[in-house]
Structures are given as C-alpha cells and as structure tokens.
C-alpha cells in the first residue's frame, strides 16, 4: 500500500511508496497523519510506524511545467482510456490497435506537447489523421482537451484508501471526491 501525501498547506500533492514516506518522515521533512496499525518499518535505532498520509512541514511549490508534463499514463487516465475521435474504448481495440498520444496540432506544425494539444487516439484515427488537423481528415473532438486536475489523475490509475479520501475531501470537499470515486470506479474496470 502506498502513502498519500499532503503539501503543508493539507493539499493532496501526490502518491509515494511507503519507503519513501518513512524516510521523508526519519528526515524531519513529513509529519504523519495517519498510519496502518497493523504494520510497522523497523529502522535501525526505531520502529516507525507505517503511514498512510503525511503532510510534508514545509510547503512545497509545484513548479507549474511538473504539473503539465504529459505522460501517456495520466493522458489516457484523463481521457477515460476512451479514443477521442471515434470513441472506442482501450478494451474495444482489436489486433494489433493500440491507443496513442495524438498531437490535434501536429508536431511538424508547430503543435506543442502540452496538455491542451494532445489526446488520446486509437492507432487507426491516428494513423488517419497523420499530419493534418482533425477537420481536415474528416475528424472530430468529443472533447476540449484541457490540463486535468493532478489529484484525479493520481486517482485514476491508484487506489486511495478511505482514510486517505477523508483528506481529498476535506481539502476539495465532497463533490470532487465523488467526481474522483467515478474516475476510478471507470478506470478499475478498464
Ligand atoms: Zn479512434
């Protein structure tokens, strides 16, 4: 299991691995929040409890072009593993389809790779669309692509536990958590 990690400010920032929230801890740079009763680390001089929130003591800005970088994991998350020109869904491909990163303005066009450029595509609509714009190949968005919220993606592609929700909740309220919970309710069935 691993450990959800709050900026100083009680924002969700990210997902760690366990290890790493301990020695965050060790270092004096996390507090703990919340552990696991039925586990422990064992360290050289202590037993440290194992956590499941931490809440970092100083707060850390997260440089914007972090935030943006697009990876095909977050992308496909953001977009439901659904192609965003015809629609089919990851487990909707046959053979040897397979979803990809599609530049709506091509690279060779001046196209940048930021998140408002780029979607999700089955390789057939990619390869369709090659080097042109999507009205031009006779394409269409189902949606604006746009910079999602970072707390979904990690949502989407890892389990948060119900303690750890409590503290996506208390900082976003209840509206995005039930947002969040029907992102990764789609994603789990993915
Ligand atoms: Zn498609």
Redesign the pocket.
Known sequence: MACLALNASFEPLTIVPARRAVRLVLDRKAEILEVDDGRSFRSEREDVPFPVVIRLVRYVHVPRRFRRQVTNTFLFARDEYT??????HRRELRGRQFLTRDHVLPVSRGGENSWDNVVT??S???NRKGNSLPEEAGLSLRDVPREPNYVHLVWAVRKVTPVQAKYVRMFYGDDILALLERGYQSSIQA
């Open positions: 192609c965003q020109y015809c629609g089919a595509a089955c057939p609509c990619n």
